[in-house]
């Protein structure tokens, strides 16, 4: 290639000032899309009415009932795990040799 060093240390510049500025302009369109996307979400919640759920003091914490629910059915020899689980999962286990 005949080119010079004027035309070699201009290509140079441009890509290392790309390098430094495209990461940014990255985060840029990010955070414009962040900002849109939680600007739509307000805005269709207010039209329609819909609020985030929220926690309330007067439930039992969730692992405590389930938990002891599940392994009281898991030690009942008349629990129908077909029906429970489906017969398809119940066919992979027996696929994988787990059961």
């Known amino acids: 290639m005949n080119e010079g060093k004027v035309a070699i240390t201009s290509r140079r510049l ?3 000032v790309m390098a430094l500025v495209v990461p940014e ?3 840029t369109w990010a955070a414009r899309q962040f900002f849109s996307a939680r600007k739509t979400a307000k805005s269709f919640n207010d039209t329609f009415g819909a609020r985030p759920a929220q926690a309330r003091g007067d439930h039992q914490n969730a692992g ?3 938990t002891a629910t599940l392994l009281t059915e898991m030690n009942n020899p008349g629990l129908n795990l077909e ?4 017969s398809k999962f119940i066919g ?3 696929a994988l040799g787990r059961r």
Do not use: Y
Not at 83 to 86: R, T
């Open 64 to 66: 405590e009932e389930n």
């Open 14 to 16: 441009i890509i290392m």
């Open 25 to 27: 302009l990255m985060i």
């Open 83 to 86: 029906s429970a689980a489906g």
């Open 92 to 94: 992979r286990l027996h």
